[in-house]
């Protein structure tokens, strides 16, 4: 047997750029002996390491995997271009980096689907790594290869590369396969891959069928046998606080995007934003109690000697007890020298003492998400901020000491108007004036941060398609003409990535092919403008007779079937269309905190257990 | 407060960090062994931590140090728990209390010990070519440093060279600041021999004590 750990590190690794992102030996790596394990996972990020260890999802894997002792996680991340030429020169597998195994010599390869514009990322990534790219020409010896995240929630363009999906919270849905995996070695591929459709949660796509009329129109996915669900269930934890949390995190050499501690303090989102993705498939709300937050918090600090932790959730502000948190955890951090910082706050429920109490253990940049420059264009996203709301909040944080804010637009937004649009402008010149009404001297620094609006499946603009890459330039022009004079910094994001993304979201098992023919072209690393290549993405739809612009542009009847319509969120499809028909009208929802809106959460939470009910879902108790 | 000078071997599985990232290795490794390092006054507080001497990426090191300023007295358990928790290949070596008015390590190192394996072929026609050095009255080498080059004659920083056949191994003590600083890619390269850079491995740090060189833990200080 090859000694891959040896030449990677001495013949390879002298060689490139950022060794240290390499090592896999990082504090708290779990380093198993994989021939004693019974089930070999590796844990696939398809971005670079700086990247795919900022993310909280594959801390919470790598660390259930791992504590169970006859199972091993271990990670693989796409390596960057000087390693990548290495590789491909010296025909060296891409290998996991805990104990530099080729990726093809584990049981179960799980790649995360956090973007579409990692999707060829994923492709090139198994290629390296020696495993055959078709879901259906991998031999028996090869690992399964699994997806999960948000992308699972319309895995279509991916069905021909993965051999199944795992829709909604993995902490359920993982242990289960593991354990299946674990006690049945000797099935085949095709016969391990039907017993794990019965598991909630699993979608199995090659025993799903797409059927089409004569024209080619597509009529809806099908399972193949009687005993398949119609529609694939998401898995749901019920109760977080008893749902695996890291307890230790590996903490990087070199710096990575988000360097610091992470703790999730809900998941779901209960403000129905009608752009949100997350706000549909992380429901319903659930919250860890303030107990549990604080003696993770304790033990995560201790164990990993990082110097800032961060409350993260959709919207951390809303945490029931936030503000008691906030002070409590902050005085106990504050007595090891570690700062607290709030990344994800929604402009209303940063009151004046959130203010004072967020001031006070770090004064870090503050961002806030109004998202669209009108109060009609608000109504139709469901975004529940007044105008008064966010002068208030940016006024309170002025008056705290704040000398800056960045503000989230999309443009681009279902009967968005040019009024919209420079909406946005009048918007950014109140807060610059709260500067001086919170007795402020001089101008604040004020960024608008604006990308494009690309709908996603699942949510209530589904049906929508992406204004023409003409018009958002247009408008992009319109913005930032208005905004010149505001002195307000404008970051602009470019278009195509959007219309990409827009592409990719919402297509069918068509764009398989596309995603395969992008990557033969060489597409990688997609998130990144050096790497972005919009001429070969749209030479790989040609080539495979599609649109990229038009598909981005597509926009669905209500009662025409979407490629998604076989995998269930727990939202019925008759919920996201009553919101789209009120964000039409630019009527607003209510949160549904204050007023169950029957979005069918209940139907999937039936008969889970929930005694103390701490997944806060309205709708599972009116009924 | 206490001052504590702490020494340690940076071996193969570290070689790859960086002088940055070592620093916050050991910044996370001394906050998870709980111990209190003091911190400087003012807006941008940092921790009362250095380096004796930088050491390039790619290279191994058993003489490396820290100099670090504590909030309060630790006893030695506090230092085996440091110990303990720091990452597989760094190595505590030693540590010791020094009087908290000495001046920064950093500033009283001026020599480092250097060694380089020799391959069999190598070590024979060495010995000629470090008399050569030794015996020659001016070494030039040229430096760039802002886009200028600079020559800069390396002799006398040269203290001790020499190729051991029988363990063959090139053995040399640089100057590492204060008479001025030869790194050891100098001296190979006017050896004409080849400076891969995972072969170079750092054995000691010197200080001045007198009139003659000793390691930081024997130093005697005042």
Known sequence: MVDYKVKFWDIILPRVQKPTRYLGNEVNAVVKDLSRCLVKVALAFPDLYEIGMSHLGLKILYSLINNTEQWAAERVFMPDTDLEAILRDEAFPLCSLETVTPLAAFDLLGFTLQYELSYATILQMLQLGGVSILAQSRGEEEPLVVGGGPGAFNPEPLAHFFDFFMLGDAEETLPQVLFFLEQNKQLSRAEKLLSLSQIDGVYVPSLYMPDFDMNGCFLGTRPLHANLPRQVQRAVVVDLDAAAYPEKFVVPYGSIVHDRLVLELFRGCTRGCRFCQAGIIYRPLRERTPAKLKELAKELVRTSGYDELALSSLSSGDYSAILQLVTELGIELAKEGVALSLPSLRLDSFSGQLAEQVKQVRKSGLTFAPEAGTQRLRDVINKNISEADMIGAATDAFAAGWTGIKLYFMIGLPTETDEDVEGITALVRKVMAAYKQAGCRGKPRVTVSVSVFVPKAHTPFQWAGLIPRDEVLRRHNVLRQSLRATGAQYKWHGVEPSLLEAALARGGRELCAVIASAAELGCKLDGWDEHFSFENWQQAFRDNGLDLAELAARQYGLDEPLPWDHLDSGVTKAYLTKEYELALAAKVSQDCRENCLGCGMSLLLEGKDDKDGKGVCHDARLD | ?222
């Open chain 2, 1 to 222: 407060m206490m001052r504590v000078w702490i020494k340690f071997a940076k071996e193969s599985p570290m070689r790859f960090l960086s002088h940055l990232d070592l620093m916050r290795v050991w910044q996370r490794a001394i906050r998870r062994a709980a111990l209190p390092v003091a911190y400087s006054a003012g807006f941008n507080r940092h921790p009362k931590i250095s380096f004796a001497s930088a050491l390039a990426v790619g290279v191994t090191s058993e003489g490396e140090y820290l100099d670090i300023l504590f909030d309060k007295q630790l006893d030695g358990a506090a230092f085996e728990r440091l110990a303990e928790t720091l990452p597989h290949g760094l190595k505590m070596v030693d540590w010791r209390q020094i009087p908290e008015a000495t001046p920064a390590l950093m500033s009283l190192v001026c020599a480092a010990q250097w060694e380089l394996p020799l391959q069999a072929d190598e070590s024979r026609h060495l010995q000629e070519a470090v008399q050569g050095l030794l015996s020659a009255v001016a070494l030039p080498v040229q430096r760039e440093r802002k886009n200028r080059l600079k020559t800069v004659d390396i002799r006398p920083l040269i203290y001790r060279l020499e190729a051991d056949e029988k363990e063959s191994c090139l053995r040399m003590l640089l100057a590492s600041g204060g008479e001025g600083v030869v790194r050891p890619g100098e001296v190979l390269k006017l050896l004409r021999l080849p400076a891969v850079e995972g072969r170079v491995h750092r054995t000691e740090l010197y200080v001045a004590s007198g009139r003659c060189f000793q390691e930081p833990m024997a130093v005697l200080l005042n």
